[in-house]
């Protein structure tokens, strides 16, 4: 049985402690202000949560200065939510306004820094994203002659990836919302149920068991194994024969969980027997690897040491898991290519896939979190072998 939901929300201090972290890392990095223009990173450091953010009208923009706290300008809409945070500077303008949505109102901020030349941070990098018109920031930036613009997508980035216990405590419980949901799939589903329905009834269950929402949920199903793991469910109805895939990015205050469940329908044939085996104990082997100092680029190749017992070249997917939190997926990578050093405290996802038979792939992905003595799973483990509904 599921303990009692962890407290909905962050104390201040959580808020406070994230913000000084970031201003020593700036201070070290010769960075004067970051400029946060991005759901989750606006989100991580004022504790601004609302959905509101689905509309692309307006943009919303937070400030962490060298030091103080954070300073928000946003559309007046939002000003009485983010008046619940931590925040108390909020500047706020009717919006939406085509042709100053917020501009003035952040060059009356920058312009001191601009005048001595100051250094302002922005995200630039690999998973970053701007919610504001490409017009309007270089009009902001015309008018503030003299702000040097730097990167400081590691900064946030990096303090992002290693999460608080706070933080922790509300991925395990979404994460065991998620197990508990796929503990009752065998009862939600049969033969000749289509596929569409198959998603339907998961989500039904999912919004049952506890969870906000499951803005993700994508999967597979067709004979001996599935295609493709990211089109809208079909009618097709399921088969004999068929191996299912579901893969739930549910949510709870914010947070994401994100792993896999594959079963066969009727019977298994015995090579998605062995792709199944093949994946858990790749899965078993980055569990173990799991470990602080160690990099996401060991965690792959000890994951695809084990897939190219079946799969020698790799597929082509790109990577084995990636971070996880206020965003389904979110840095690091474990691929070949990062070389980011675990620490404790971060959530990853495990999610080695293969390439098999006639155009036939499998994904197995589990949720865990890295401790200081190895890592500690979050979601509950897949079944040894690959069950039959």
């Given at each position: ?288 690897a799991a470990r602080p100092g160690q990099t996401c680029r060991d965690l792959f190749h000890t994951m695809q040491a084990v897939i190219g ?80 509904l």
């Amino acid at each position: 049985m599921r303990s009692d939901p962890p407290a909905r929300g962050f104390e201040t201090a959580e808020f406070a402690t994230r913000t000084r972290r970031a201003q020593v890392l700036m201070a070290e990095q010769g960075l004067d202000s970051i400029l946060l223009l991005s759901e989750p990173d606006v989100r991580y450091f004022s504790g601004f949560h609302t959905l509101f953010w689905q509309s692309p009208t307006r943009p919303w923009f937070l400030f962490l200065p060298a030091s103080g706290d954070p300073i928000a300008v946003i559309p007046e809409i939002g000003a009485a939510l983010m008046r619940q945070t931590w925040i108390t500077d909020i500047r706020s303008w009717s919006a939406p306004a085509p042709q100053d949505d917020g501009i003035s109102l952040l060059t009356d901020l920058l312009s001191p820094l601009a005048q001595s030349g100051a250094r302002l941070g922005i995200l630039k990098g690999h998973e970053t994203s701007w919610r504001m018109p490409l017009g309007d920031w270089e009009r902001l930036v015309a008018a503030l002659p003299g702000l040097q613009i730097a990167d400081a997508t590691g900064l946030v980035q990096g303090l992002r990836m290693v999460k608080s216990e706070a933080e922790i405590a509300k991925i395990a419980h979404v994460c065991a919302i998620g197990s508990a949901t796929f503990a009752k799939v065998p009862d939600l589903v049969s033969q000749a149920m289509p596929l569409e329905e198959v998603f339907r009834a998961f989500r039904r269950e999912a919004l049952l068991q506890g969870a906000d929402d499951v803005p993700y949920l994508v999967g597979g199903a067709d004979q001996g194994g599935y295609e493709d793991v990211i089109s809208p469910p079909s009618r097709r109805p399921l088969q004999t024969g068929d191996i299912l895939m579901l893969d739930t990015g549910a949510t709870w205050d914010g947070y994401f969980c994100d792993f896999d469940r594959n079963w066969a329908i009727g019977h298994a044939d015995d090579l998605s027997r062995r792709a199944y085996d093949t994946l858990w104990r790749a899965t078993e082997a980055g569990i173990a690897a799991a470990r602080p100092g160690q990099t996401c680029r060991d965690l792959f190749h000890t994951m695809q040491a084990v897939i190219g017992e079946m799969d020698d070249q790799g597929g082509d997917i790109g990577r084995l898991g990636h971070g996880l939190g206020m965003q389904l997926t979110e840095q690091p990578s474990h691929a070949a290519f990062d070389e980011t050093e675990l620490q404790a405290g971060m959530v990853l996802t495990l999610e080695p896939s293969l390439s098999y038979g006639a155009g036939r792939i499998m994904v197995h992905e589990e949720n865990i979190v890295v401790r200081e003595d190895g890592a500690e799973l979050l979601s509950t483990r897949a079944a040894r072998d690959l069950p039959v509904l």
